[in-house]
């Protein structure tokens, strides 16, 4: 089973910073948070993952709470082609496995 | 970046034939494979995953002989739907990890099975 949970849908405006919630309270202190997204009949697309610090990098930025209960990803400059599920994961660095949750379907606005 | 591919992207069968789907590593040899079976609307949902020359690990529920995983090489994994029904027409991914914690997904396989 999944370990995460996310709002099932999310609307914003292009050219807005998406802000996408993912709550996993009961994380473990060996388990990174991970953020894939797959848009429409397309494989997912890695997007970012932390340990306990915020990251970032050219897609997206990572905030991990303190207690690291959950996370927030977050897309800066939302254009239409950011549609997409997005999906947040926690997992064992060493384990390959990727099990998937609902994720959260993201709408751009134009 | 490290791209998987997969073959064909489309297929289309009839009720009671087999197929095959190959999920190709294209710069760079992957310890694992893993393939995943996506319905409309719904999540991915992890199948097998599986090791250069030994054999796949089954998720519950999931049919090892009617999903056959061979993966014969550090490059290529196929996926053969045996005597294919309706009820298999999914969208099937593939993705492959090389060793670090990281993994790449290939474009994906719609499956119709009439």
């Known amino acids: 089973d999944a370990k995460t949970t996310q709002p099932p849908s999310m609307d914003c405006a292009e050219g807005r910073a998406a802000n996408l919630p993912c709550n996993h309270s009961t994380i473990s202190g060996n388990e990174y948070v991970y953020w894939y997204r797959q848009i429409h009949s397309q494989g997912p697309q890695y997007i970012i ?3 306990k610090n915020n990251e970032t990098n050219e897609m997206a930025s990572l905030i991990i709470t303190e207690d690291r209960k959950s996370s927030t990803l977050i897309l800066p400059h939302a254009t239409l082609r950011d549609t997409a599920v997005y999906y947040c994961i926690v997992r ?12 959260t379907r993201l709408h751009i606005l134009p | 970046g490290a791209v998987v591919s997969q073959h064909p992207s489309r297929v289309i069968c009839k009720s009671g034939t087999s197929v095959k789907i190959e999920c190709r590593s294209l710069d760079f040899q992957a310890t694992t494979m893993f ?3 996506q319905f409309p609307k719904q999540s991915l949902m992890l199948m097998a995953t599986s090791n250069e020359g030994s054999k796949a690990t089954y998720e519950q529920g999931v ?11 550090l490059t290529l994994s196929t996926l053969t739907v045996t ?3 309706p ?6 991914i593939c993705s492959a ?18």
């Open chain 1, 49 to 51: 993952h932390g340990l």
């Open chain 1, 92 to 103: 064992v660095a060493r384990d390959d496995k990727i099990i998937f949750g609902k994720g």
């Open chain 2, 35 to 37: 393939w995943y079976r």
């Open chain 2, 63 to 73: 049919e090892k002989d009617k999903f056959l995983i061979n993966h014969a090489s």
């Open chain 2, 83 to 85: 005597s294919a029904h």
């Open chain 2, 87 to 92: 009820e298999d027409s999914s969208f099937y």
């Open chain 2, 97 to 114: 990890s090389k060793g670090s914690n990281e993994q790449f997904f290939g474009p994906g396989t719609r499956l119709t099975v009439l």
